[in-house]
């Protein structure tokens, strides 16, 4: 090695789901993730958490926009379609534990909510509400 070249990075550890296992996809169609690249991965930058998948409601889009934060109105300058019933999107684990709290949590797809969700949201919880298996 010539002392100007640069030593390839250590490879990232991979992304783990809230069972341990590898994270999978949680939407593409529409991208979501804080990183829009279609997975619940986070860093230092995602102050919000975006961890949770969560298959939207008609129920929880109303209590989310009622709480502020309007995920149905669609925003061309953010390349954000809207969301509808049946979208699959990285929520803030906060936002969904409070909506759980409210009793209008949207189902969980377990596979690809990142494990750092067990920061804000027990287990169990994000469990009891998971969405059946595609």
Not at 56 to 75: E, I, S, W, Y
């Amino acid at each position: 090695m010539i002392a100007f070249d640069r030593p390839e990075p250590p490879p990232r550890k991979p992304d783990r789901n809230v069972l341990g296992l590898p994270l999978a996809p949680c939407s593409r169609d529409p991208l979501t993730g804080f990183f829009r690249d279609g997975c619940c991965r986070t860093g230092p930058g995602d102050v919000g958490v975006h961890t949770v998948c969560a298959v939207m409601t008609k129920d929880f889009l109303k209590f989310t926009v009622a709480a502020g934060n309007d995920l149905v109105t669609p925003r061309p300058e953010w390349d954000f379609p809207g969301l509808v019933e049946g979208d699959h999107w990285c929520l803030c684990a906060e936002r969904w534990l409070e909506a759980a709290q409210a009793g209008r949590a949207p189902p969980v797809v377990l596979e690809a909510t990142h494990e750092k969700s067990l920061d804000v949201v027990p287990f169990e919880l994000l469990k009891k509400h998971a969405a059946p298996p595609a």
